[in-house]
């Protein structure tokens, strides 16, 4: 009697193999991809506009000639802005003007606001400001024999190459320069460079 021989046919195992090994592929992915958010919570969702908000911090002023001084001071940072409230140029101001009791200016508040534009470092660590400051204006009262005449001073300023803040601290730093001095469209004649080293801490 001649004997039958059945061929045992393995496309449901191969097919189930297949599923086990492609499962077992997405588990693995998933979790490298896991691990790798959690070693660095922060980085997968930072951007450039989170150096925007309130800071608090000092202002160092060195010149040539004199000691450094260091003020307390405030700035606000939005879209691609920096404010001043407040730009501590009194010291050239003075020196300029004088102190003829025949010009009056505000000593007390010299708005002043520096354009930016931010991108974010190579290992994300930090946020680049790409700081581009304009002349600075103060607007003053001169009392002549014959009537008070409004006179314009204007200050050239220039960044030290870019403005930086650190993530891990919240700490922003840069710095400022002034160029020169015009006075009623006539440039001073006595030049002097003062440097503003800014270090603030974010608040908000």
């Given at each position: 009697m001649p004997k039958y021989y059945c061929m045992k046919n393995d496309t449901t195992h191969r097919s189930f193999f297949r599923v086990k090994y492609t499962f077992l592929l997405?588990?693995?992915t998933f979790a490298w991809l896991f691990c790798g958010c959690a070693n660095h919570p922060s980085y997968e969702f930072i951007s450039p506009k989170d150096?925007?908000?309130?800071y608090h911090g000092v202002v160092q002023i060195n010149t040539a000639y004199t000691r450094s001084t260091s003020?307390?001071?405030e700035v606000k940072i939005e879209a691609d802005t920096v404010y001043f409230e407040h730009f501590p140029i009194n010291q050239l101001v003075d020196d300029?003007?004088?102190t003829d009791a025949t010009i009056a200016w505000n000593s007390d508040k010299v708005d002043y606001k520096v354009g930016y534009k931010a991108t974010l470092n190579d290992d994300y660590s930090k946020i680049l400001l790409h700081l581009d400051p304009k002349p600075l204006h103060v607007f003053y009262l001169e009392n002549t024999p014959v009537d008070v005449t409004l006179s314009k001073l204007s200050v050239?300023?220039?960044a030290d190459d870019m403005g930086v803040y650190f993530y891990d601290n919240r700490n922003l730093r840069?710095?400022?320069h002034t160029?020169?001095?015009?006075?009623?469209n006539e440039a001073w004649d006595k030049p002097k460079t003062l440097s503003f080293s800014f270090s603030f801490q974010k608040q908000s």
């Open positions: 997405f588990t693995l150096v925007e908000g309130h003020i307390d001071m300029v003007l004088g050239e300023i220039s840069f710095v400022l160029e020169g001095v015009v006075v009623n």
